[in-house]
């Protein structure tokens, strides 16, 4: 099994341009999230997803939507970048979803996208 | 709100002597407690968790954590430290609610350990 992929390695953005960063994992897990990692905060829930059709927002969701159309992706769309985007960006996913075992599951974390926006 | 304070930014350990790396938590109803490290320039991974029963949790690497429900506390502890066990700490917590968990990270603790 890969686990939790995520792409691009690195990005770099103007101010105001879109992109979507990419996450995938290949072990049937219903429930995916996305984090920010900033120097001093720890990891910020953005998004996160209990299934296909599913999302909920997190601590920090603006200036980012995301989508669950399969149970294997999970991607992080910035609609319009902001210096404030800058961030290091994990995707993760643990088993369990709306049944409610997502709560005591430990979740699996991909490499990271580390995003910079100029 | 549902809430995890890692008091401390930075701990330093001599190799072989015992480590803490301290976690307290605030939620309503029973918690679900897990601790993760982080190596650089890598994903967090799952190091151990608590989810009921026996206060003492054994996890990876020769880590445990002791839940203290009277002091809201989840004390990451190893009777030994490792030069490789240098990395970036962090505590959390998940709560149930009406249609999913979610998951709360503490702030991390840099465990530096030295030769």
């Known amino acids: 099994n890969a686990g939790v992929t995520q792409t691009p390695k690195f990005q770099v953005l103007k101010t105001g341009q879109s992109m979507t960063l990419q996450c995938a994992q290949d072990?049937?897990?219903?429930?995916m999230s996305w984090y920010r990692q900033d120097p001093g905060m720890g990891l910020r829930l953005i998004h996160y997803s209990v299934g296909a059709g599913i999302t909920d927002q997190g601590e920090v969701p603006n200036g980012y939507n995301v989508s669950r159309s399969t149970t294997e992706d999970f991607p992080l769309r910035l609609l319009s970048a902001a210096p404030s985007q800058t961030s290091v960006y994990f995707c993760a996913s643990s088993l369990g979803g709306l049944a409610g075992a997502s709560s005591y599951n430990e979740q699996f974390f991909g490499p990271g996208t580390r995003l910079t926006v100029l | 709100a549902q809430s995890v304070a890692q008091p401390e930014d930075q701990v330093n350990v001599a190799e072989g002597n015992p480590l803490t790396v301290k976690c307290t938590y605030s939620v309503s109803g029973n918690p679900y407690l897990f601790w993760y490290v982080q190596y650089p320039n890598r994903g967090l991974q799952f190091l151990l968790k608590?989810?009921?029963?026996?206060?003492l949790v054994k996890g990876s690497y020769g880590f445990e954590a002791e839940f203290n429900k009277s002091q809201t506390s989840f004390h990451l502890k190893k009777p030994s430290a490792l030069v490789s066990d240098s990395a970036l700490y962090f505590c959390?917590?998940?709560?149930?609610?009406?249609?999913?968990?979610?998951?709360?990270f503490g702030s991390g603790t840099r465990l530096s350990i030295r030769p």
């Open positions: 608590y989810i009921t029963g026996d206060n």
């Open positions: 959390a917590v998940r709560q149930w609610y009406s249609s999913a968990s979610k998951i709360i």
């Open positions: 072990m049937n897990h219903e429930y």
